[in-house]
């Protein structure tokens, strides 16, 4: 099993990234997903979520608005869109289901967004 977050980068507030997670070594399309964040000093926060067929989505309060998550199934890729990014947004972001699976013992090694002028 395998997640490969990658698209972070250093961007000025109010600016947008799209970060990918590539996966690998389970039935992508089985699984619910989600991307986590993990700030400085604080804990792992769930940003966003997908169902695995249908598709439907749910937002943390804190990016609802400015965040689209969405996924290929076909690429077992799963991708986040962040517009409108505030410096409360720098943290490393994860990628992984959307519940307690088998799957939380396989973490990448995340994708920092850095939001700052």
């Known amino acids: 099993v395998q997640f490969v977050e990658s698209g972070g980068g250093l961007v000025q507030p109010g600016g947008s990234l799209r970060l990918s997670c590539a996966t690998s070594?389970?039935?992508?399309?089985?699984?619910?997903l989600a991307w986590y964040r993990r700030a400085p000093g604080k804990g792992r926060e769930l940003v966003a979520t997908?169902?695995?067929?249908?598709?439907?989505?749910e937002y943390a309060d804190s990016v609802k608005g400015r965040v689209t998550i969405s996924r290929d199934n076909l690429k077992n890729t799963v991708y986040l869109q962040m517009n409108n990014l505030k410096p409360e947004d720098t943290a490393v972001y994860y990628c992984?289901?959307?519940?307690?699976?088998?799957?939380?013992?396989?973490w990448g090694r995340g994708t920092q967004v850095t939001v700052s002028s």
């Open positions: 992984n289901s959307r519940t307690v699976t088998t799957l939380w013992a396989y």
């Open positions: 070594g389970f039935p992508f399309s089985n699984y619910d």
């Open positions: 997908i169902t695995s067929t249908r598709g439907r989505t």
